[in-house]
C-alpha cells in the first residue's frame, strides 16, 4: 500500500526544497559500477540475487532495520535474576532481523556452496549491498565465511561445516546439532599485543580424551553470541588455533565469560566484547604449534570483508551525495548542476568507480585456483585494504558536506557511515601492519607477486600512456631493490593507485578513466575532492551516476 505523503505545509511555512525519500532505491541497479564489475568478474549469474539484494537493501523497511540495530545497541547480561552466570547479549530484534536475512542471502556461504566460477565475488558483492543498509551484522557474516577454510583444517567435529554451509540464522545457545545454523567469531587480540600475535598469553592444556583446556583472556572478541571461536592459545608446541564453542559437547555453557561489551565510536549494532576463558573447552585446529597458518587463512578471507564493506560504506555515501545534490537548490539553481559541486561530485564518482573495479577483481582473484591468483589475492587484498580504508573516512566527511547541515545529522544516515568509516582499516590487520605485509609478500620468491602485479598492470599497457609510465617507473623500482620498512606506506598506495588505474583503462569508460589517472597520476589535481586544475570533462562521469538503470 503507498505511504500517505507526509504534510508540507505547515501553519508557519510551507517545507519546500527538499529532496524526496531516499528509501525505495535498487541499491544494485542504481550502481553501473558496482553491477558491471561484479558480473565481469563473477559472471552474469550473480545478476538475478544482486538485483534482489539490491531492492531489499534499499527499501525503507531495511534502512529502519539498520537505523534501529544502531540506536539500540546490545547489552551484556552477565548473570540471570537469581545471580547465576549467563553471559548473554540482548539485541534489538532488529539486529536479529537483519541477521536473518544476511545469512537466508548467503553472504556467510555463497563462496563455498555455489559450486562454479564467482562465488567469492558474490559473497563481496552481496556484503557491500548488505552494508549499505547495515554494518554491524557484516562483522559476523565475514567472520563465518572467512571461518570455512580453518574448519577445513582438520580437528572440528564434521556437523560444524554442515551447520555453517546452508545454515539459516538460529540465534538460540543450543548444541550445534539441534541448530538451523551457526556462525563463527574469531578471538586473537590480547590486552598486551593485537598485530603481534605471539605476544598471546592464553595457553591451552590437552586433556586424556584429546580436547583442550584454555585459560585466558582476549580483548576484543566481537559477535560474542556466535557459536564458536577461532581462539589463538599456546601449547608446549606454540602458538596453536582452536574452536571453543559456546556449548561444550556435554551440552554445557562452555567457561567464556564476558567481562564487558566495548563502548565503541561506531559498529554499534555488533556486540564487540572482552571475554575470558576459565578452563574453557577447546577443539584444536591444525596441528599444535601451527595456529598462525590456521587462523592466517582466516584473516585472509576476512579481508575481502573488510574491503567489500569498505565499498559499501563508501557507495552509500556517494549516493546520499547525489541524491541530496540532485533534489535541492541553491542560489537558483539545482546543486547538482553548480560547477564546483559537479567538480566535488565527478571526483567522489571516479574513487568510487576506481574502489568496485578494485574490489570485485580482488574477489575474482579468491576464486582463482591457480598459483598465479592465488598470489595475486594474497597481494591485492591487502594492497585494496590498506588503499581504500585509508581513503573511505574522508570520502564520507566529503559527501556528507555535499548535504550540508542535515548530512551532520543522525537521520541522514551519514553520521553512522562516517562513524563506520575508519573500523575497516584498523581490524584485520591495522594500515601500517597491512603495508608491512605487503612488503613481505613482494619479497618472498615463491609466489611471484609482483610478476603476478605486472602482468596484470601489462593488461592495461597502451591504453594511458600517463599509466604505462608511472607503472613502468613503479616495477624498475621495486625490481631493483627491496623497499625498506619506512617506505611500505608508499608502495602500497602507489601498487593501489596503478591497479586501479589500470582496471579503469581496461573497463570503465573512458571519461572515468581519464579523470582518475589525470588527478591521482598525473597529478592534475589538489588535495581535495574537486580541486582539479583547469577544466576537465566531467559530464560522463556524473551522468553514469544518473543514468542508473531502474
Ligand atoms: C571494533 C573492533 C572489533 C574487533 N574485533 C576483533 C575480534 O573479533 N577478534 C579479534 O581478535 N580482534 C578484534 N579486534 C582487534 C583488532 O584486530 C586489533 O585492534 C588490531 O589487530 C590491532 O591490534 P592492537 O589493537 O593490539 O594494536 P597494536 O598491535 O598495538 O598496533 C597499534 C598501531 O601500531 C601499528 N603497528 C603495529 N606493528 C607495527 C610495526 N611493526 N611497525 C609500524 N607500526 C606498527 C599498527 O598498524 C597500529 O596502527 C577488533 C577491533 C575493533 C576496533
Redesign the pocket.
Known amino acids: 500500500m503507498a505511504r500517505i505523503p507526509p504534510t508540507s505545509l505547515l501553519p508557519t511555512h510551507e517545507v519546500t526544497n527538499q529532496p524526496d525519500d531516499f528509501a525505495g532505491t535498487n541499491l544494485y541497479t542504481a550502481d553501473a559500477a558496482l553491477r558491471e564489475a561484479a558480473l565481469r568478474e563473477g559472471g552474469e549469474w550473480l545478476d538475478e540475487s544482486l538485483r534482489e539484494l539490491g531492492e531489499q537493501a534499499g527499501s525503507a523497511e531495511m534502512l529502519e532495520l539498520g537505523m534501529l540495530a544502531n540506536r539500540h545497541p546490545p547489552e551484556l547480561l552477565s548473570f540471570d535474576r537469581y545471580g547465576r552466570r549467563i553471559d548473554e547479549v540482548r539485541f534489538h530484534p532488529a539486529y536479529h532481523e537483519l541477521m536473518t536475512r544476511a545469512m537466508d542471502c548467503g553472504i556467510h556461504d555463497v563462496a563455498w556452496t555455489v559450486n562454479r566460477p564467482g562465488g567469492h565475488v558474490a559473497h563481496a558483492a552481496r556484503l557491500a549491498l548488505f552494508t549499505q543498509a547495515e554494518a554491524g551484522t557484516m562483522c559476523p557474516m565475514s567472520m563465518t565465511y572467512a571461518a570455512v577454510p580453518a574448519l577445513r583444517a582438520g580437528g572440528a567435529d564434521a556437523r560444524w561445516l554442515e551447520k555453517l554451509l546452508g545454515g539459516r540464522y538460529d540465534p538460540d545457545l543450543a548444541p550445534i546439532a539441534t541448530k538451523r545454523g551457526i556462525t563463527i567469531?574469531?578471538?586473537?587480540?590480547e590486552k598486551q599485543?593485537?598485530?603481534?600475535v605471539r605476544a598471546n598469553t592464553t595457553r591451552a592444556y590437552r586433556q586424556d580424551n584429546g580436547s583442550y583446556r584454555l585459560i585466558g583472556h582476549?580483548w576484543?572478541?566481537?559477535?560474542p553470541m556466535s557459536d564458536g571461536f577461532l581462539t589463538l592459545a599456546y601449547t608446549e608446541d606454540g602458538l596453536s588455533c582452536f574452536l571453543a564453542p559456546r556449548v561444550t559437547p556435554d551440552g554445557e555453557r562452555n567457561s567464556i565469560q564476558i567481562m564487558r561489551l566495548?563502548d565503541?565510536l561506531g559498529?554499534r549494532s555488533n556486540a564487540?566484547s572482552e571475554i575470558e576463558y576459565h578452563d574453557a573447552y577447546g577443539a584444536l585446529l591444525g596441528e599444535e604449534g601451527g595456529g598462525i597458518k590456521v587462523i592466517i587463512d582466516m584473516v585472509h578471507h576476512t579481508r575481502l570483508g573488510t574491503i567489500a564493506g569498505t565499498l559499501g560504506i563508501m557507495r552509500m555515501a556517494l549516493a546520499q551525495a547525489f541524491h541530496h545534490t540532485s533534489g535541492r537548490r541553491v542560489f537558483q539553481r539545482t546543486l547538482i548542476d553548480q560547477p564546483l559541486m559537479r567538480s566535488v561530485l565527478a571526483d567522489l564518482a571516479v574513487e568510487y568507480e576506481a574502489a568496485a573495479a578494485l574490489v570485485m577483481r580482488v574477489g575474482r582473484a579468491f576464486d582463482g585456483t591457480d598459483e598465479s591468483e592465488r598470489a595475486f589475492s594474497r597481494l591485492a587484498v591487502a594492497v585494496a585494504k590498506y588503499w581504500l580504508t585509508k581513503r573511505c573516512p574522508g570520502f564520507v566527511y566529503e559527501c556528507m558536506e555535499c548535504l550540508g547541515g542535515a548530512g551532520y545529522v543522525e537521520e541522514s544516515m551519514m553520521p553512522r557511515l562516517f562513524r563506520e568509516s575508519p573500523?575497516n582499516a584498523?581490524?584485520?590487520?591495522?594500515?601500517?601492519?597491512i603495508a608491512?605485509d605487503i612488503l613481505r609478500t613482494l619479497a618472498r620468491k615463491s609466489g611471484a607477486a609482483l610478476e603476478v602485479y605486472a602482468a596484470e598492470l601489462a593488461l592495461a599497457g597502451g591504453g594511458d600512456e600517463r599509466l604505462d609510465a608511472a607503472a613502468a617507473e613503479l616495477l624498475s623500482i621495486l625490481d631493483r631493490a627491496a623497499p625498506a620498512e619506512a617506505e611500505a606506506r608508499h608502495v602500497a598506495e602507489k601498487l593501489a593507485l596503478l591497479l586501479q588505474a589500470a582496471l579503469l583503462v581496461r573497463h570503465a569508460p573512458q571519461a572515468v578513466s581519464d579523470l582518475f589517472i589525470g588527478s591521482r597520476i598525473a597529478g592534475q589535481a589538489g588535495h581535495s575532492y574537486g580541486a582539479f586544475a583547469g577544466e576537465v570533462p566531467i559530464k560522463p562521469v556524473i551522468d553514469r551516476q544518473m543514468s542508473a538503470v531502474a
Open positions: 567469531g574469531m578471538a586473537m587480540t599485543g593485537g598485530s603481534d582476549k576484543f572478541c566481537s559477535a566495548k565503541k559498529n564487540s573500523l584498523i581490524w584485520e590487520g591495522s594500515g601500517n601492519v608491512l
